[in-house]
């Protein structure tokens, strides 16, 4: 494996001032490591996955991608007010504010066996919200994947209870 | 193969009153189904194809496991101040007033052959603005692939120097 680390792009001061981004399109569009990435999440998902779950909207990218290669169905979860027919909300807070995720009442069976993906894992404030949204589903959340952790935000002591991949840190 | 048409849900009256939303969600919920556009819209790719270009945010779901199929790397079109770093814009007129798109500008190379995806095909204004940014970075639109057309929209009119595809015509 190349050292994906490399081909992500730092840029400072994104969205907002102080902010260090972390952009991983790079490796989206370097057809080698896209390809290498989603087989590496592919051996991380357990074998019994029937949806993989994923969070607007750079999650859907790698989620749809793993979904296809893993036979899974794609559910996306998405802010407030993006996906029309029935939906179940969840809140939740943010630096300043608050903040609302939405999915649809019929994306998952209660009991169902699913993976949550998204881009990046920060304060893990959205992938909670994310996994609790599943549960009220009925959904049994057996891993959250990440292609970039940063570390220093402690994101993973925010999903504990969670089985936690990902691949690249800072 | 089943009639996918039969899985979309329409929503009448979103995101505006007036508007009948084709919801294609419970095509890409289904694993089964997901596959099998996937791999459709992989028959209609033509063989030299170095990126799959995507339109946010449906676009991804689709662009991306279209682009891990053929072995392609994934290129975001996205709305205005979404994507960091050094990028090319392009704005086009919507029903009331303009909208701006962008691409990353080392995205893709000279003379690259490239397929456009998105998941609806109404007017066509921004797939037609996303297939002029693709040839002002240098890219060749080999095709443009959807799920869905909406053909009394005629976005096909407007796309008519293309070569297009759609799945589902309401």
Redesign the interface.
């Known amino acids: 494996m190349k050292d994906l680390k490399k081909y992500i ?1 730092t ?1 400072p001061d ?2 907002k001032k102080g902010i260090l ?1 972390r ?1 991983i ?2 490796i ?4 080698q490591l ?2 290498e990435v ?1 087989e590496i999440f592919k051996k991380e998902i357990p074998k019994d996955i ?2 993989v779950v994923a969070i ?3 999650g ?6 793993v ?3 893993i ?6 979860i998405r802010k407030s ?1 993006k ?3 029935k939906k179940i909300k969840m809140s939740y807070n943010l630096e300043y504010g608050t903040d609302v995720i939405e999915i ?1 009442e ?2 998952i069976k209660k009991g169902e066996k699913v993976v949550l993906v998204d881009d990046l894992l920060a304060t893990g404030g959205t992938a909670y919200a994310s996994a609790k949204l599943i549960e009220k589903c009925g959904g049994i959340v057996r891993k959250i994947l990440f292609l970039v952790e940063l570390e220093e935000l402690s994101g993973r002591d925010k999903l504990k209870d969670y089985d936690v991949f990902s691949l690249i840190k800072f």
């Not at 859907?60 to 991608?65: E, K, Q, T, Y």
Request: glycine fraction near 10%; charge should be positive.
């Open positions: 792009r840029i994104f969205p981004f952009d399109t790079p989206l569009q370097n057809n896209f390809k989603i029937k949806k607007e909207s750079r859907f990218i790698l989620g749809a991608a979904a296809y290669l036979g899974a169905g794609f559910v996306p007010g996906l029309p027919w649809h019929d994306a």
